[in-house]
């Protein structure tokens, strides 16, 4: 699923009305149930046990979320930002055996191999950062 540019507000309104369903708008399914599901335990067991404590995790829980679906559309975006460009056949050959020459080095955020020319993982998006 892609999402917009603009969409970024829209997921954090989501999150706001409702914990989990700006990540199952980001197509985070299961993350989104997660917070759902987390949302019904904590209002429930702040509810029954201590309302006191209910009133202070609940609007960090609910912060978190809102939070958490924010920045997910925003690696989401960042991400739809690089555009893969079809490359003819033979263009396409040697352009392999090029990066067949190219150096790997593993990604600081995810661990992935990536080039050694990559500026950013083209798994997790995080941008590379060099070590001196």
Known sequence: ??????SAGFVTVLSALCP?????????IMRGMLFVIMAVIVVISGALTMPIIGF???PLFWIC?????YRITKQINNCAK??????????????????????KVSCSHCSQLIDDSADICPNCCAKRTINT
């Open 1 to 6: 699923m892609s999402v917009n540019e603009e």
């Open 20 to 28: 989990g369903l700006g990540q199952i708008y980001n197509g985070r």
């Open 56 to 58: 202070i995790i609940l």
């Open 65 to 69: 979320n809102i939070y958490d679906a």
């Open 82 to 103: 690089f555009e893969v460009v079809q490359l003819k056949p033979s263009i396409a050959r040697e352009t392999m055996l090029k990066e067949m020459e190219i150096a």
